[in-house]
């Protein structure tokens, strides 16, 4: 049984196994093996307890092969035809896979191999070792077995489990062993607590040797990342330690043994002997055993969380409040060490208290509320525990072992707030402020944090521990979480409140801590306060002014769904700056993005208006000088405007520097030059924008085809390309660049767009004016040709040849060409020799029916009466004058009149759509919640102003936050409200997002509602008090009536008897 269990597990984790060296001997890892090996660097046996299993020098996934054939007896060969085959399909869905080249590696997980063993029985197994053994190492193997089984929350092992348990029947033995398990531990504990006492005085003589043990335990943790460093000492201190902690079992399960080999080393034996009466077996089993409940509840898993606490039995073992009990019991609170926490938690009980805790914090988060209220109203002193071991300083372990104790905080502030995760009542953080002093909370988390400032320097050599700042902000968290119900512990968190020091540890946590409020499946609201992740503050300004200002609204009115599609590349953003952060170069460009972009519009400006004041510039001698006087007046503008920058703001100043010294450089060294020095400096800076725009939004990173849908990346590269052209080609390719204004300005764009917006619109109505251009000119040229006649100024250029009688012509092509090459004016001078002159002549430009097109095209449109102004003026008297006429007044009114103004109709209203929507989208920012679209006036009157709103409850940076955080948290270790918002993001239902609604005005409502009921209880109360009253009352009354009906009766009989002593008696 015990070979089949080490087998089992070894199949489980062999993945984890690594080769060592150049030997490529399998190094099984202390978590997989549980037990006392030992490894040489040749091929050799690991001893297991009893059993021994070969190490050869294989790769690990042979190994997991091997012990696979083994325990499948022969069924998985090399043909792979079993069912392992159909798990190497699968896609891992929890856990990590292997590390390596091997295609066997990429595919096959911890996952897929859990369930190929549950499947296969292994979940089974365990149950039944539990239940049935008798014997102290196959229990300890199959728990370990349970926990190898369930590692990274396997639901399917857990669902396995929980069938087993429920179906047959085998529930009330496996927790009646458990419990009995617990019992056993606690009441070792009660007998061996005064050795923690005596341990305390020898503190101090194995302060060294403890050091020196914890250093390998941290190189074992840590054997991937050093593997070729001091191997052999390594594996020498592990045989070392796996030999003692086998001896020490032999010891306890045969105290004789412990006469027969002490060893040479006196100092490790009797290290051995204070172990063993600190850590006895009985204590040190419950380790596992907590860890396999907690893996059991691992991914809030409901039935099993309430499973644990409530089986429906004939008898029911509550493990719940029994784990609670056992953490009560190993911190000394039952024998009345409350305050003497530094007395019972040790470095060699730590580990277990700290596994007590998380299993206790998995047993709640979900949650699970029936849980969480055993735990906070069970009779123990499980909650003052949790509290002391936040607020007290736990020593000596705090001494010498500091990330112990802040393991310890971190843990049992976790707990705590999952005792209070998702609870609209107030009972369980009334609890927990019951036998808490608001004033050592705040000071808890100020040293935490002062702790955390001095070992800033430290935290690269040591990423394996928990920062004190970390453990100080979930300190916050949790005093955030109660300051709800508790007014003084509120006033204490706001940074300023407290004249002593601390108020800079207040305003860390405060700026690092958000919250938000999420919907739940029963549309029941819930406020979330969680950390705001380290890699959000790479998250650019720009970035956040640009999804706020262009998110887009859907159908129902709500912006949440083009934000969460943005969500996903603001965290590559992210990931992207924190990588530029190694770059410092490339950081700075990249965070002066908006100056560079500014430097470039100025230069294109002052470069275009130095071409149109002086191009072209030089042609005359004297025309690039200056007299002296305007000369020496340049030169003081220049120190003025030099002198400017250091009195007045850089971008108020800085242009009419710029403007002297352009000017001063034309009139010192030429236009030409001075162009070329601008230009070099416009393309440098634009190349520095480009760099710094690419560094800013990582599109490399994103794939060549984002690359070619990027616009903005495509139109910056085209400003590169003008930039080059204009520097090496032509300065009037300087003129493209003051394009750049409308791509700055949004009332630009809306011009373009109110064009580009109905395109098809306004290209429609020019096909239709188009098409009755044609119809006019058909018309025209069938019967109204000779009326197409226009004047005309025909261009003569004539040029006189010296010795010739001729003039010769040229044409005005050859003109501008020869003053092209001899950079000449291009004006034209007409010369008629001889005094000739040619009048302006006539043309007909109708006879073809395409010239008959063009003329009603270019004549027709362009002249405000239509094409009739172009034509010739008909006489009265001409047959074809009416016909004439309406043909003009058709022209005029169908194409100018109506076609022309529908097509500028629709650019108009476009713009003045676009310019409503502008103010309607300006006015929703300002006065509409971006997350909830509750609209100001909405928060009238109320506790919670609209700003506070924004602000703290629905920051829509929050959320993105929360996003993020669910991101890069361990699945593992997410609370109720992460798990559940973590599903919905998969999912991508967006159901958990406030749509027109807010806890603050809910709660306000609700107070209402409770003012009313509370004055009907009252009144209820006065009307029962009143009830009473009247009912006390009537029963007084009846009494006395009863007591004269007696009196008359007895004085009725009495006067039957004596009727002479009637007339004394009064009468009634």
């Known amino acids: 049984m015990i070979d089949r269990l080490i087998v089992t597990r070894l199949a489980v984790l062999a993945e984890d196994a690594v080769p060592v060296e150049e030997s490529r001997i399998l190094v099984v890892p202390l978590q997989v093996l549980e037990g006392s090996y030992e490894v040489s660097t040749q091929p050799s046996f690991v001893q297991v307890e009893e059993s021994r299993i070969l190490v050869v020098p294989l790769q690990g996934n042979t190994l997991r092969k091997i012990l696979l054939h083994r325990y499948f007896k022969g069924e998985y060969g090399s043909g792979m035809n079993g069912p392992l085959a159909a798990s190497y399909s699968k896609t891992a869905q929890v856990g990590g896979g292997f590390s390596g080249q091997d295609s066997d590696k990429s595919v096959v997980t911890m996952f897929d191999i859990q369930c190929l063993l549950d499947k296969e029985g292994a979940s089974e197994l365990v149950i039944d070792v539990i239940v049935n053994t008798r014997n102290d190492r196959i229990f300890s193997e199959g728990i370990l077995l349970g926990i190898a089984l369930l590692e990274g929350g396997n639901t399917q092992t857990q669902y396995s489990t929980y069938q087993q348990l429920k179906e047959q029947k085998k529930s009330e033995k496996f927790f009646k062993v458990l419990y009995d398990r617990m019992k056993a531990a606690q009441q070792e504990i009660r007998s061996t607590v005064t050795v923690n006492t005596i341990d305390l005085g020898s503190k101090k003589k194995d302060d060294d040797s403890d050091l020196t043990i914890s250093i390998p335990k941290k190189r074992v943790k840590d054997s991937t990342l050093h593997l070729k460093e001091g191997m052999k000492g390594q594996l020498t201190e592990a045989s070392s330690a796996t030999s003692k902690a086998y001896s020490v079992y032999r010891r306890e399960m045969d105290p004789e043994i412990d006469l027969m080999g002490s060893g040479t080393d006196a100092g490790n034996a009797e290290e051995k002997s204070t172990e063993e009466a600190i850590m006895s077996p009985t204590i040190a089993i419950m380790q596992p055993i907590l860890r396999f409940l907690q893996l059991l509840c691992e991914n809030h898993n409901r039935e099993l969380q309430n499973f644990l606490r409530h089986q429906n039995n004939k008898t029911n073992y509550n493990l719940v409040c029994e784990t609670l009990q056992f953490l009560d019991c190993i911190c000394g609170s039952t024998t009345g060490g409350l305050g003497l926490l530094g007395l019972y938690i040790n470095e060699r009980n730590v580990a277990l208290v700290n596994q007590t805790l998380e299993s206790l914090t998995e047993y709640c988060q979900g949650p699970c509320h029936e849980n969480q209220t055993c735990i906070a109203t069970h009779e123990s002193n499980g909650i003052d525990i949790i509290i002391a071991l936040i607020l007290n300083d736990i020593n000596p372990l705090g001494k010498y072992c500091m990330d112990l104790v802040l393991q310890l905080k971190n843990n049992a502030s976790k707990l705590l707030l999952a005792i209070m995760e998702s609870r609209h009542d107030s009972e369980n953080a009334e609890r927990i402020l019951f036998n808490m002093r608001p004033r050592e909370l705040v000071d808890v988390m100020k040293n935490a944090y002062n702790q955390g400032l001095e070992c800033d320097h430290e935290e690269e050599n040591g990423d394996d521990g928990i920062s004190p700042k970390d453990v100080g902000h979930n300190i916050y968290i949790l005093a955030h979480q109660l300051a709800r119900h508790n007014k003084t512990l509120q ?172 000017l001063r450089s034309i009139y010192t060294i030429g236009l030409g030059p001075t162009l070329i020095l601008l230009g070099a400096a416009n393309l440098c800076n634009k190349i520095v924008f480009l760099v710094s725009f690419v560094g800013n939004r990582g599109t490399f990173t994103r794939g060549y085809r984002a690359v070619i849908m990027d616009m903005a990346f495509l139109y910056h590269v085209a400003y590169v390309l003008v930039c080059m052209l204009g520097l090496c080609v032509h300065e009037f390719f300087y003129s493209f ?332």
């Open 491 to 662: 006033q204490m968190l706001k940074p300023g409140s407290d004249p002593d020091e601390g108020d800079e540890a207040l305003r860390y946590y405060a700026n690092h801590t958000a919250q938000i409020e999420i919907v739940r499946h029963d549309r029941t609201m819930e406020q979330i306060v969680f950390p705001v992740p380290n890699i959000c503050e790479f998250l650019t300004r720009e970035s956040k002014c640009r999804v706020f200002n262009t998110t887009e609204r859907d159908e129902q009115g709500s912006k949440v769904n083009d934000f969460f599609q943005q969500t996903e590349d603001l965290y590559n953003e992210m990931k992207w700056q924190k990588k530029i952060r190694n770059n410092p170069p490339l950081f700075w460009f990249s965070r002066h993005i908006s100056l560079w972009g500014s430097i470039s519009f100025n230069l294109a400006v002052f470069i275009n208006l130095a071409v149109a004041l002086f191009y072209p510039f030089g042609d005359d001698g004297d025309e690039g000088t200056l007299s002296p006087l305007f000369s020496v007046l340049l030169w003081i503008a220049v120190a003025f405007c030099t002198a400017m920058l250091f009195f007045i703001s850089k971008p108020v100043g800085i242009r009419p520097f710029l403007v002297s010294v352009i």
């Open 737 to 1068: 660049l003051l394009f750049d204004l409308v791509y700055r300005e949004e009332t630009l764009l809306n011009v373009i767009k109110s064009v580009t917006r109905n395109g098809r619109s306004i290209i429609l109505t020019a096909v239709l004016a188009l098409i009755l251009v044609y119809l006019f000119s058909i018309i025209g040229f069938l019967f109204l040709k000779d009326d197409f006649i226009m004047e005309v100024d025909r261009l003569k250029i004539r040029t006189p040849v010296a010795g010739i009688g001729d003039v010769p012509t040229t044409t005005l092509t050859s003109v501008m060409g020869a003053c092209a090459k001899e950079n000449c004016s291009t004006s034209i001078p007409i010369i008629n020799p001889a005094g000739e002159e040619e009048e302006d002549g006539i043309e007909r430009t109708c006879d073809t029916l395409l010239m008959c097109i063009v003329t009603v095209l270019n004549q027709g449109l362009r002249n405000g009466g239509g094409v009739g102004d172009v034509l010739r003026k008909p006489s009265k008297d001409e047959p074809l004058f009416a016909a004439r006429v309406v043909y003009d007044l058709l022209f005029y009114f169908i194409v100018i009149i109506i076609v022309l103004n529908l097509i500028f109709g629709v650019i108009i209203d476009t713009f003045a759509d676009l310019r409503s929507e502008k103010q309607k989208k300006e006015e929703i920012l300002k006065t509409t919640c971006f997350i909830c679209g509750l609209e100001r006036d909405k928060f009238d009157n109320k506790t919670v102003s609209f700003e506070e709103h924004i602000k703290s409850e629905h920051n829509m940076w929050h959320y993105l936050y929360f996003i993020v955080l669910v991101k890069v948290k361990d699945p593992t270790e997410y609370t109720g409200p992460e798990s559940y918002v973590a599903q919905m993001i998969v999912e991508k239902n967006l159901d958990w997002f406030p749509r027109m609604r807010a806890m603050s005005l809910v709660s306000n409502e609700g107070d209402s509602e409770q003012n009313e009921i509370r004055n009907l209880q009252e009144r209820l109360e006065s009307t029962m008090s009143l009830v009473k009253q009247l009912s006390s009352q009537l029963a007084e009354l009846k009494e006395q009536m009863t007591e004269q009906r007696k009196n008359k009766q007895r004085l009725g009989f009495l006067g039957s008897n004596t009727p002479h002593v009637n007339h004394h008696m009064p009468p009634p």
